[in-house]
C-alpha cells in the first residue's frame, strides 16, 4: 500500500496508515488520504496499467488497501464511454460523450466508493457495515456486503423509493426506514449513534465518515482520461449530492496529471436540483469550503441527490474553483426532459439523479458557459430502473386494445403512427 498518512481537511489532525481510524478524533472534516506518488510512479506507467483488466483493481497502487487483503469484485467499474452523435446533433455539441455508470453491478456509480470501503471492512475484520443514504449506497453497500459475508444495516429515509428498499432486502441488508420531517438528516444522526454505541462500520458515501471509500471515485476519473487515448476533456458535468463523487473525480483527474498519464486538467460542473443546492448556493454566494450551509429539507425529483449537507461539500467547492469550473442548479421539468432526452437519442435509461448532469449541460449551453466546439463528458450516474415509478407518471400507462386489425389499426392511427 502507497498511503503514507491521512490528514484531518479541517484541522489537520494526522493518522498513520497503520491505525484503524474513520474519522478524525473532532468529527469535523473528512481525512485525506495521502500517496506516496514517486514510488507509485516506479511500479505504474500507462503501458503497465492498459496491460490490465478493467474494473476497480486495475488501481490498487492508487487505492487505500493492503495488497494481500483478499478483495471482493462484482464486475463495478470499466463502464462505457459513449460517443453521443444524436444526442450531440440534437444540442448542437460536437464532441460529447457519456460515462454510462447505469451499468454498474447495483446499477449506480456506488458500487465504486462501496467497492473500495468494504475492501477496507475485509482488511479490518469487521462483521457489520451500517449506513446512511437514499438508496443507491445502501444498494451498493448490501451487494458487496453479501459477496464479503459482511452484515449490512441501512438507515434510509422513509420516502425512499420502494424499488431501492427491496433491492437492499433481497441483498439481505437490514432496512429502517426511518421518519424524516425536521431540517436534520435522521439518516446520518442514527449511522453516527449506532457506530458510537455498537462499534459498527460506518460506510456511508461521505468523506467525513469513511474516507476510504472515498477513493473510489477517483477510479472514473482514471478511465475517463484512458478512455478519451489520455486525454482530458474540456468539461465533466457531474451531479453532486453529498459530493464525493466530484470530489473524488477531481482526486483522479490531478493524480493522473502528477504521474505525467495526462498533461491537461478538466473543467468541472456541479449539477444540483433547485430542490436541494446547498453547494450550488454557496459558490454562487463566494463562500469558503467551510462555509457551506445545510440547506433543510429536499423536495427534489432526483432522490438521490437529497443530502442536506454536503458532507463533501468542501473538496467539491475547491475542485469547481481549482478547475475554473461551474456549479448549476435544474428545475425538475428540466431533469425529466434530459431524462427523456437521453433515452430518445442515446437508448440510455437513467434516473433523475444520473441525468440531472446533462440537464445542467443543457442550461450551460444556454447560458453560453460551455461551447459547441468543447469536449464534453456527461456523467450519467444511475439507472432509470432504480425508480421506475417517476418514469410511469411522466409517460402514462397505454390503454389495453383489442387484439383486432381493426382496433389495432385504429389505435395507431389515433397516436398518429398511422
Ligand atoms: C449518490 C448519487 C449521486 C451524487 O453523488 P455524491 O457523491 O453524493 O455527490 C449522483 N447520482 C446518483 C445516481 C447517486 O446515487
Ligand atoms: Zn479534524
Not at 494481500?68 to 446533433?89: K, Q
Not at 447560458?367 to 432504480?386: A, F, Y
Request: charged share 25%; proline share 7%.
Amino acid at each position: 500500500m502507497y498511503v503514507t498518512k491521512l490528514v484531518c481537511a479541517r484541522c489537520g489532525e494526522e493518522h498513520s496508515p497503520e491505525e484503524r481510524v474513520y474519522f478524525c478524533s473532532n468529527m469535523d472534516g473528512r481525512l485525506d488520504i495521502h500517496y506516496d506518488y514517486d514510488a507509485i510512479a516506479d511500479v505504474l506507467t500507462r503501458e503497465e496499467l492498459e496491460l490490465r483488466p478493467g474494473g476497480t483493481w486495475r488501481y490498487r497502487e492508487l487505492l487505500p488497501i493492503e495488497e494481500d487483503t483478499p478483495v471482493v469484485y462484482l464486475g463495478e467499474g470499466n463502464t462505457p464511454l459513449i460517443r453521443a452523435t444524436r444526442l450531440a446533433d440534437r444540442l448542437g455539441f460536437r464532441n460529447l460523450y457519456l460515462k454510462d455508470e447505469t451499468r454498474n453491478p447495483t446499477w449506480s456509480f456506488k458500487d465504486r466508493p462501496m467497492a473500495v470501503g468494504v475492501a477496507k471492512a475485509i482488511e479490518f475484520g469487521v462483521k457489520t457495515a451500517v449506513t446512511a443514504s437514499s438508496g443507491n449506497a445502501a444498494a451498493a453497500l448490501a451487494a458487496f456486503g453479501a459477496k464479503a459475508g459482511i452484515d449490512v444495516i441501512t438507515f434510509v429515509p422513509h420516502f425512499a423509493g420502494l424499488g431501492k428498499v427491496a433491492q437492499l432486502q433481497l441483498y439481505g441488508a437490514k432496512v429502517v426506514r426511518l421518519k424524516w420531517e425536521t431540517d436534520e438528516d435522521p439518516t446520518v444522526k442514527m449511522m453516527v449513534e449506532m457506530v458510537r454505541r455498537h462499534g459498527w462500520y460506518p460506510s456511508p458515501s461521505f468523506g467525513p465518515f469513511n474516507p476510504y471509500q472515498f477513493e473510489g471515485n477517483k477510479t472514473m476519473a482514471y478511465e475517463i482520461l484512458e478512455q478519451l487515448g489520455w486525454m482530458a476533456p474540456d468539461w465533466v458535468m457531474i451531479p453532486v449530492g453529498g459530493g464525493g463523487l466530484l470530489a473524488g473525480n477531481w482526486k483522479g483527474f490531478k493524480e493522473f496529471k502528477e504521474l505525467d498519464f495526462v498533461g491537461d486538467l478538466p473543467r468541472i460542473a456541479a449539477v444540483q436540483s433547485t430542490g436541494c443546492a446547498p453547494l450550488v448556493r454557496a459558490y454562487q454566494q463566494g463562500r469558503g469550503p467551510f462555509e457551506i450551509e445545510p440547506w433543510g429539507k429536499p423536495d427534489t425529483v432526483a432522490t438521490g441527490l437529497e443530502d442536506p449537507f454536503p458532507w463533501d461539500g468542501d473538496a467539491a467547492l475547491t475542485a469547481i474553483r481549482e478547475s475554473n469550473g461551474t456549479a448549476v442548479a435544474v428545475t425538475n421539468e428540466e431533469i425529466l426532459e434530459a431524462q427523456r432526452l437521453l433515452a430518445r437519442y442515446e437508448g440510455i435509461f437513467a434516473e433523475p439523479s444520473g441525468v440531472a448532469s446533462l440537464a445542467g449541460l443543457i442550461r450551460l449551453k444556454d447560458e453560453g458557459v460551455v461551447d459547441p466546439t468543447d469536449l464534453i463528458v456527461v456523467e450519467i450516474t444511475g439507472s432509470g430502473l432504480k425508480d421506475p415509478d417517476v418514469v410511469v407518471e411522466a409517460v402514462g400507462t397505454p390503454p389495453v386494445v383489442e387484439p383486432t386489425v381493426e382496433q389495432v389499426e385504429a389505435y395507431l392511427s389515433s397516436i398518429g403512427t398511422l
